[in-house]
Nanobody
Framework: QVQLVESGGGLAQPGGSLKLSCLSS????????IAWFRQAPGKAREGVAG???????YYSPSVKGRFTLFRDDTENTVYLRMNDLQPEDTAVYYC?????????????????????WGKGTLVIVSS
């Protein structure tokens, strides 16, 4: 069974940084579309960023310029570097994979197209 495992969440102060990781022991992540989504309490899930198998990156407008998505193929890991964190970034962050490639809707990989999901990692931004 394919598993995606997120890590790196925690508590950050406004303006601070965190780096989330997504890895899998069953999938070669560079072969698929890998995306990050988040869900804040009481809010709908939203797409954050994604990267296609050919390395094209996608960002939601709310994080563009602050978050950077990159992939380390030697470690089979996709990272989400989050800078200038704000309280509105507080959410559970999920890593997901689409084995058929990125289906982009409104500039971000579409959650309904994802085939596998991790269990999430909690990010809290608070002073």
């Amino acid at each position: 069974q394919v598993q995606l495992v997120e890590s790196g969440g925690g508590l950050a102060q406004p303006g601070g940084s965190l780096k989330l990781s997504c890895l899998s022991s069953e999938m070669v992540l560079r072969s698929y579309c890998i995306a990050w989504f988040r869900q804040a309490p009481g809010k709908a899930r939203e797409g954050v960023a994604g990267i296609s198998d050919d390395g094209k990156a996608y960002y939601s407008p709310s994080v563009k310029g602050r978050f950077t998505l990159f992939r380390d193929d030697t470690e089979n890991t996709v990272y989400l570097r989050m800078n200038d964190l704000q309280p509105e970034d507080t959410a559970v962050y999920y890593c997901a994979a689409d084995v058929w490639g990125c289906t982009v809707v409104d500039g971000i990989p579409d959650a309904s197209s994802m085939d596998y999901w991790g269990k999430g990692t909690l990010v809290i931004v608070s002073s």
